[in-house]
């Protein structure tokens, strides 16, 4: 798992780390059922606290992304119970997002274009949940 950590972006390093596992998880590079490495392990490789990956893993857990094994540590668990708890989060980001478009006068159009360019970057889904 190669983890690239800006220590001069504004975003928070835990959010960083938790969005690229996430993003690899989206392409595949980081597979359903895989540990991922401990908390000690991951926060010496990247140079960081540890309170900092626990904090990153402890989000991934509540956002359904992970489950954490007393024998094998934090495992890549995609949960599917916390899918309308994030269509309504999507919601209301990507409201801001419309809003955001708007003010800046990008079409509906190019929004499609933007969002149909990522899921095709991550794989597309049938609704049955598997990649085409």
């Known amino acids: 798992m190669i983890i690239k950590i800006d220590f001069n ?3 928070a390093i835990y959010m960083q780390l938790r969005n690229q596992i ?3 998880i989206a392409q595949e590079k980081i597979k359903d059922g895989e540990s991922l490495p401990s908390v000690r392990q991951l926060a010496d490789e990247l140079g960081v606290n540890m309170h900092t990956v626990n904090k990153a893993y402890a989000l991934l857990r509540e956002d359904g992304y992970l489950k954490l094994d007393r024998r094998k540590g934090a495992v890549v668990c995609i949960s599917l119970d916390t899918k309308t708890r994030h269509l309504e989060t999507m919601n209301c980001n990507m409201r801001m997002m419309v ?3 708007v003010c800046k006068k990008i079409s509906a159009e190019e929004m499609h274009r933007i969002i149909s360019d990522m899921f095709e970057e ?3 889904f049938h609704d049955n949940g598997g990649r085409q």
């Open 9 to 11: 972006s504004d975003e």
């Open 22 to 24: 996430i993003i690899g």
């Open 99 to 101: 809003a955001e478009a």
């Open 122 to 124: 991550f794989g597309n």
